[in-house]
């Protein structure tokens, strides 16, 4: 039986990996060369990229988790993260991304350890599934994700918004998530003027999903500093509110 995405999905039974090579290897297998082509040229960050669509990724990471101690999923994610090939780091983020594991810290320490080195949109934002689950663990972490706000890596500063996603999806939170979230809107007041279209993209989208949860506030945000986003930032973070 030839390999497809439809197998992949429902036979997640696959070895776990002896090491980050076989890793590699499993997802060499399925490489695409076409599909591959197109990725580098979607997404533009130089790398190797093997065209493995996500839910390959997923069936392959599924397996590997069955089988391996934490401590085994952080190496081989560090390891794969180090590969620099994109469905490796992909694959890296997934392995690490639970709501609940303990202990953490050498999770987060590694998610913090790679924020530096994003450089395009699908890594990060998958990495940073990663790292929400982590912070909404332990909202103490805010504290050095507040340091990337002022990064002058712009990849930074967009996680430490993309990262905190979490906040802005309560429907009724707890006093000390209240204030988290008044905390990263603070941020998000902050990266209003900056010219970046994946900073403004990355405060729109807080709005927009802060909308869906407290309209009033993502209202008030807007209200308040609206007029120094870019028109298309701020149509993207008021496209669901009530309008008139």
Request: glycine share 2%; charged share 25%; with cysteine.
């Amino acid at each position: 039986m030839t390999h497809d995405e439809t197998t992949d999905a429902v036979r997640p039974d696959l070895p776990p990996p002896a090491s980050a090579t076989a890793a590699l290897a499993q997802m060499e297998a399925r490489a695409d060369p076409a599909r591959s082509a197109e990725m580098a040229a979607y997404h533009k960050a130089p790398r190797r990229y093997l065209g493995l669509a996500v839910p390959q990724i997923d069936a392959l990471v599924q397996g590997w988790r069955a089988a391996m101690t934490l401590e085994e999923r952080i190496a081989l994610a560090d390891t794969l993260w180090q590969s620099d090939v994109h469905e490796a780091r992909i694959a890296a983020a997934k392995l690490l991304t639970q709501a609940r594991i303990r202990p953490d810290d050498a999770v987060w320490a590694l998610i913090c350890r790679w924020v530096p080195q994003f450089d395009a949109w699908a890594i990060a934002d998958h990495a940073c599934k990663a790292g929400d689950r982590r912070v909404m663990a332990d909202l103490a972490r805010l504290v050095e994700v507040e340091s990337w706000t002022r990064a002058g890596h712009m990849w930074s500063r967009r996680a430490a918004l993309v990262v905190t996603l979490p906040l802005c999806r309560l429907n009724h939170p707890k006093p000390a998530e209240t204030a988290a979230r008044e905390r990263v809107l603070g941020w998000a007041a902050s990266y209003v003027a900056d010219p970046d279209w994946f900073i403004q993209k990355a405060v729109a989208w807080w709005l927009r999903d802060l909308s869906k949860h407290d309209p009033a506030r993502s209202t008030a945000f807007l209200a308040e500093y609206g007029s120094r986003m870019k028109p298309f930032a701020r149509k993207e973070a008021a496209r669901l509110l009530p309008q008139g």
